[in-house]
């Protein structure tokens, strides 16, 4: 299926028509699952049926989490990657820090503590069960991207750079016009691994309130006792959203494989 | 002499003036005073570990040099990033490895110099490059990719790149010990065309033949230090230095 996508365009097209064809088709999927599927999904038998309006709101809060997350989750990987190849120690010592605590402690624990822990401490910091989920899931999702993106950093020879200075280019655009697009292609698998599982893990937001996807799904099955049909779906959702996120992200990889290496 | 030798008079265009540079405990540039002038074409031929690429990385800052003093053009090479950029985008290199930007195409590869650093408008950098692309001899494959294109094509496009940035002096770092033997002469021929053109050039190199045919001066550097710094004809005629009779019997083998 990850392939076949990919095929169904016209075979004069290049890659990059290709690319953007596939980005396109899958966010047009997507934001007509996210607007329509209460349509489909009412027709089906209680208890799903009576709470397809109520699945679909679940669904668009689950899709919003992992989006806002996944965008500043791969800002916040850039600049702890960044920090964490420094020349300078002290940002080091805090891209370190910050990468050992959040891969060391559990994401149930940072979302509890987001919502419940910073406001003690910090008043002002009261956030909405939302804005709480959505910061401890792009920190969280920032820590992984980190290590992968520093990874592609590495990974991108140092005659690159020798290139890109010995031509007269600053600092700042070896890194935007070379070292970064090379990094950032071979980091893609792994930030798309955790992308894929900020979506799953978005169901820890259920923790403090928010009404996503699973928590929908608890609250049915509290009021009905029918575990297995509302698990189902609950899960075949998941299983969708994560089938288009794929889509996009092979479209992505495509996008940056000049060498025609992606089979 | 090159009859260009004229167009700096005021002095030699670069000036090495006691530089030192050490890795670690290894003292791999010793006490090193020489100067290259405009329109020379000079090679530094030496053994495996003599210093001889690390003198040439050093006059554009690919390796510091920890005491004395380089000029390029009237700009000291320090660690001013202004100065340092500026310098270098009057430096060209070509490196052994070719190092060409893989995901860009060769025509992207030739134009991103000039059109970030020079603020050069987009169609005339294109413009430019298809004008250098063509006299390398690859006009025709500005839209691959490098990966699509044999070392010694690499090796062209990447001569056409330093081009772009119409530097002052350009620098060869074993341009040919990468090719496959058949890819060597079509980058000489390259290299000896832009020779005639006046180009000033510094060639660290093993190629005898080019040192010979096309060079204006030899150095060769044993241990760090300028052994000797000779006329073609004369470095590879009556050689009377010991080593360098070994070194170049060597090389014939």
């Known amino acids: ?263 | 002499m090159n009859t260009t030798a004229a167009v700096n008079q005021g002095g030699p265009l670069i000036t090495v003036d006691h530089v030192n540079k050490h890795f670690g405990p290894a003292h791999v540039l010793r006490d090193v005073c020489t100067h290259f002038n405009a329109g020379e074409v000079a090679v530094i031929i030496g053994a495996s570990g003599s210093g001889k690429s690390t003198l040439l990385r050093t006059l554009n800052r690919l390796e510091k040099h920890d005491s004395g003093r380089i000029v390029v053009d009237g700009i000291e090479v320090c660690d001013d990033l202004k100065e340092l950029d500026a310098l270098r985008s009057e430096v060209g290199m070509v490196f052994q490895q070719f190092n060409l930007f893989p995901h860009l195409t060769v025509l992207e590869n030739v134009t991103l110099a000039p059109r970030r650093v020079r603020k050069t408008p987009r169609e005339q950098a294109e413009a430019k490059a298809m004008e250098l692309l063509d006299r390398v001899g690859l006009k025709a494959h500005a839209h691959k990719h490098p990966f699509a294109l044999s070392g010694g094509q690499q090796q062209r496009v990447a001569i056409a790149r330093s081009l772009a940035m119409a530097p002052r002096v350009m620098l060869f770092d074993e341009p040919t010990s990468a090719l496959d033997p058949e890819m060597v002469k079509e980058v000489l021929d390259v290299m000896k065309q832009l020779a005639a053109t006046g180009m000033t050039m510094i060639v660290v190199t093993h190629e005898m033949g080019f040192a010979r045919e096309v060079s204006d001066r030899v150095l060769f550097i044993d241990q760090g230090r300028v052994a000797q710094d000779a006329p073609p004809d004369e470095f590879f005629g009556a050689q009377r230095n010991e080593r360098i009779r070994t070194f170049l019997g060597q090389i014939a083998n």
């Not at chain 1, 939302?130 to 991207?145: D, E, I, K, Q, R």
Request: glycine share 6%.
């Open chain 1, 1 to 263: 299926m990850s392939q076949g996508s990919f095929r169904v365009w016209p075979a004069d097209w290049g890659r990059q028509q290709r690319s953007s064809a596939t980005m396109a088709a899958a966010g047009v999927v997507l934001v007509l699952m996210l607007w329509l599927m209460a349509i489909p999904m009412a027709w089906a038998p209680e208890p799903i049926g009576n709470n397809a309006q109520f699945f679909a709101e679940g669904t668009r809060v689950t899709v919003q989490l992992t989006a806002i997350a996944a965008v500043a989750g791969v800002l916040i990987g850039v600049l702890a990657a960044l920090g964490k190849t420094s020349k300078w120690p002290p940002l080091r010592w805090v891209a370190s820090a910050y990468i050992w605590v959040i891969r060391g402690t559990p994401l149930l624990v940072q979302v509890l503590f987001v919502y419940f822990a910073l406001p003690v401490m910090i008043p002002a910091l009261q956030l909405s069960d939302f804005t709480s989920a959505c910061v401890a899931l792009s920190l969280n999702v920032g820590a992984y991207n980190a290590e992968a993106i520093r990874a592609g950093l590495l990974a991108v020879p140092k005659g690159q750079v020798e290139a890109a200075r010995s031509l007269g280019l600053s600092p700042w655009f070896t890194f935007i016009d070379v070292t970064f697009p090379q990094a950032f292609k071979i980091s893609l698998p792994p930030l798309v691994n955790n992308i894929v599982a900020l979506l799953k893990d978005s169901s820890l937001a259920y923790a403090i309130g928010v009404v996503e996807l699973t928590n929908v799904g608890n609250r049915i099955q509290a009021a009905t006792f029918q575990p297995l049909p509302i698990l189902l779906t609950s899960a075949t959702i998941y299983l969708l959203l994560t089938t288009v996120l794929t889509q996009i992200s092979n479209a992505v990889e495509r996008r940056f494989d000049v060498e025609g290496r992606v089979a």
